[in-house]
């Protein structure tokens, strides 16, 4: 009977071993057949594995198959054959993901700062009572410049700059402002401020305004209040005794207003006199006063919160005045005191730029950077430093390891009544090596508060000034209207209680040759449009293959495009009384830009003579006369007429930064190279 149960239990296992493995499922829901201890067949079911006995062994050989339980599978993972690839796909796979970390943390490191917005293209300055009428009034507003959006792209625009807009009294060109937090009526609403900042957006453009913290209106609530001396606001401006008899006032001091005369006004109410830089319908803030400081935080902060992407903060040099209230010194200190008058008899030692004034300035400063930490919303902060000398200029910069302006704005070529290469020159040089090292340059030639560029110094060089000025390193900054060579309006008699000199670059801006231009659709434009707007204006520049918006259009396309032009060496080669000729370079792009213009009368240059090893004919990029683009100059004799310009392209690896005849002459604001192999640029150079 032994012999017999030991036969069945083989036969058993046998057939245990020989079932086919229909796969190793776990947990499913699969009806249980109740065990039958008289069927052989209820007995198999219930024995999913078994463990092959050593006759089993003999008459199989069990490979991997598709299923196998675990328990299989592991007998076959340890075996060598597949052990070793295994270890091997994981080691390569984690030094694969080391080295892509490596390549990435190198890259990063050697990779020079990307360029912000507000370096990558142009910024376009919009005076607003003057761009467009959307409502026939005859005043610019702000829909206007929304419904123009499109040209402003068409530009190539990265940067839309609008001067104040704020509630305002219209005293000097509504920089009397009432109402900080306000949109002036005559330019729309608060709804429409934002609908323009969304729509500028939504073109992937960004938006600055300008911001004047030094003066109010006499009409703004604070000044109010501190006539009457109420509360905190008593102090909030600069009220000194002051003798005043039979409508005579005797001020503090001699400080004078920048219009003239004492810059001192009695006041009826308060019966002191308060200080005021500009006019008497401007009085300035008291910014000793923390409260003050802390106003214009708030202030500063409401305009960010509503999209907007940067400031202009300006007269900034006027924030402070010295407490001491001394006489300023005259210029002529022979002249009477009693007629000194003009704002330019005396030095303003006391009443500009003073100590704490760049203080100030850090402190708006930090409090934009408090907008800047989401990704890709950097605020610009820009200073307005006009009148100011090289030195002071450069000061808002900030120190080396504490910023105040991305840059100060650079008026140097827009006061120039007359032009030279040698002047030219002068000019560039002087902003570039009194630049700190690594900060950003920027250059204008035109804005609301200077004559035109055409009429300043003639038609000549509209096109001229606009290819310096997207030639040289940094940000180009356009006055509404330079693109198509606007000119002031020559009127007289313009119908405002304003300076009329101040008054003729504020024309309205010329869109076509219908009535008014096509600035508004109204019986009347609070200026006068300029009477060559027939021919000069957008829709008759834009058929003209040689118009100055078509040059404009190429210089902005090409400054984006070329990095030469964007992340570049500037090289002066040389200047005279007529010309002025330098080069653009890049280590890395075997590639150099050599632009000649010529200011002065007609003149033929030698470039082999500036160059060595240039070829000697080169392939015009672009000129001022569209007719030469694309074809080649002599390089030994190239002739240019008065306001003639080219930018030749010239191959070499010959770069002219690396020579020492040239060092001193080489200007980069971030250095970088490029690598054609990787396409990214680096700063280990």
Known sequence: MAEDR????????????CRTNNGFVQNEDIPELDPDPSSAVGSLQHNAVSIPGPQESELQV????????????????????????????????????????????AII??????????????????YPRSFKDSDKDGNGDLKGIQNKLDYITSLNIKTVWLTSFYKSSLKDFRYAVEDFQEIDPLFGTMTDFENLVAAIHDKGLKLIIDFIPNHTSDKHAWFQLSRTQT?????????????????????????????????????????????HQFMKEQPDLNFRNPAVQEEIKEIIQFWLAKGVDGFSFDAVKFLLEAKHLRDEIQVNKSQSPDTVTHYSELYHDFTTTQVGMHDLVRSFRQTMDQYSREPGRYRFMGAEAQAESIDRTMMYYGLPF???????????????????????????????????????????????????????????????????????????????????????????????????????SKSPMQWDNSSNAGFSEGNHTW?????????VNVEVQKTQPSSALKLYQELSLLHSNELLFSRGWFCLLRNDSHSVVYTRELDGIDKVFIVVLNFGESTQLNLQEMISGLPTRLRIKLSTNSTSKGSEVETHGIFLEKGDGVILEHNTKNLLHHQTAFRDKCFVSNRACYSSALNILYSLC
């Open 527 to 535: 200026l006068p449009t300029n009477s060559d707007y027939h021919v």
């Open 231 to 275: 509360g905190k606001y008593t102090d909030y401006y600069i009220w000194r005794d002051c003798t005043h008899e039979n409508d005579i006032t005797i001020p503090p001091n001699n400080w004078l207003s920048v219009y003239g005369n004492s810059s001192w006004h009695f006041d009826e109410v308060r019966k002191q006199c308060y200080f």
């Open 109 to 126: 490191a050697i990779s020079p700062k990307c360029l912000d917005w507000w370096q990558v293209g142009p910024m376009y300055q919009i």
């Open 402 to 504: 504490t910023q105040e302006a991305d840059f100060p704005f650079n008026y140097y070529l827009t006061t120039l009544d007359d032009l030279s290469g040698n002047i030219v020159h002068d000019v560039i040089t002087s902003w570039m090596e009194n630049m700190p090292e690594g900060r950003w340059p920027n250059w204008m030639i035109g804005g609301p508060d200077s004559s035109r560029l055409t009429s300043r110094l003639g038609n000549q060089y509209v096109n001229i000034m606009n290819m310096l000025l997207f030639t040289l390193p940094g940000t180009p900054i356009t006055y509404y209207g330079e693109e198509i060579g606007m000119g002031n309006i020559l009127a007289t008699d313009l119908n405002e209680n304003y300076d009329a000199n101040t008054l003729l």
């Open 6 to 17: 030991r036969k069945s239990d083989s036969i058993q296992m046998s057939m245990k071993g």
């Open 62 to 105: 069990i490979r991997p198959y598709a299923g196998m339980p675990k328990e299989v599978l592991f007998q076959f993972s340890s075996q060598a054959r597949y052990r070793v690839p295994r270890e091997v796909l994981f080691w390569l796979t984690v030094a694969t993901v080391l080295l892509l970390i490596g390549a990435t943390i």
